[in-house]
């Protein structure tokens, strides 16, 4: 009797592997860190290239031609623990190359604008609901990337 994983536990525990990777690059970035996060531009600008670069080698008829779910354990397993923008930088990138190079732009624009507000309006909601707590800590901002100082 053969065993094997269902996909969506393939693509956890790939995805689990990438949050892992995220983490160790941003503590190996801590040290050249200080004016920009320079650990998550990385994360995006690597996991970006990786999610492209694996996309077009593995389609059908390319050169190493792999199967769907191969393609979704790297993709939104792998490159999705380690940064979801590249599946934001490659499906904008989708858009331009299939011609819709209006909608690759408001995928942009909206990405950017309702993101930035999401995550303003998400930090003021939790400010709000901190009144209670000490000023220090309704103050300190959010980090999602390990900080030198703990």
Do not use: K
Request: hydrophobic residues 50%; aromatic residues 10%; glycine residues 8%.
């Amino acid at each position: 009797m053969e065993f094997s994983f269902p996909t969506p536990l393939w693509i956890a525990a790939a995805g689990a592997i990438g949050t892992l990777l995220r983490y160790y690059v941003g503590v190996l970035t801590l040290t050249w860190s200080h004016r920009l996060p320079w650990g998550t531009i990385l994360i995006n600008l690597t996991g970006s290239f990786a999610i492209a670069f694996f996309s077009a080698l593995t389609v059908a008829g390319a050169r190493f031609p792999a199967t769907n779910e191969t393609r979704l354990i790297f993709m939104a397993g792998l490159c999705g623990g380690y940064t979801t923008f590249s599946a934001f930088s490659l499906q904008t990138i989708d858009l331009v190359r299939d011609g819709a190079i209006g909608r690759a732009l408001l995928n942009v624009a909206l990405s950017l604008v309702l993101c930035l507000g999401a995550t303003a309006v998400g930090y003021i909601s939790a400010e709000a609901l901190n009144q209670h707590v000490s000023h220090t800590l309704a103050t300190t901002p959010p980090r999602i990337m390990p900080d030198r100082r703990t």
